[in-house]
């Protein structure tokens, strides 16, 4: 099975970028559909995480509508790899981001499809 790591959090101003990579190990990625999630500061631990985009085995993407224009999802199944390319933060995109994949050509908006999960990133953006 699939095991996933997030990487390239921080802590940035508005309006600033960040790129986030989910790498895996153990299976390749290509097999999987891939999404990213959040859960904003404060919120309890077990709450439902908002999804933020996610890509298919096909390249077809997805994105909220609040990310989207925005952020951009990736992946490069070569490099075992998927990425969240942020530009125009906002104080509201601050949240611990988490990529997810499940061994399927669907993937869906629903964190329950999900079967792997990276343990997260967190992202800050400051007004």
């Known amino acids: 099975q699939i095991q996933l790591a997030e990487s390239g959090g921080g802590s940035v101003e508005t309006g600033g970028s960040l790129t986030l990579t989910c790498a895996g190990s153990?299976?390749?990625?290509?097999?999987?559909?891939l999404a990213w999630f959040r859960r904003p500061p404060g919120a309890t631990p077990g709450a439902d995480r908002e999804?933020?985009?996610?890509?298919?085995?096909?390249?077809?993407?997805w994105y909220a509508d609040s990310v989207k224009g925005r952020f951009t999802i990736s992946r490069d199944n070569a490099e075992n790899s998927m990425y969240l390319q942020m530009n125009i933060l906002k104080p509201g995109d601050s949240a611990m981001y988490y990529c997810?994949?499940?061994?399927?050509?669907?993937?869906?908006?629903?964190?329950?499809?999900?079967?792997?999960w990276g343990q997260g990133t967190q992202v800050t953006v400051s007004s």
């Open positions: 997810a994949a499940v061994h399927s050509p669907v993937p869906t908006q629903d964190e329950s499809w999900y079967d792997y």
């Open positions: 999804v933020v985009a996610n890509i298919d085995r096909s390249m077809r993407t």
């Open positions: 153990g299976a390749q990625i290509s097999v999987h559909s």
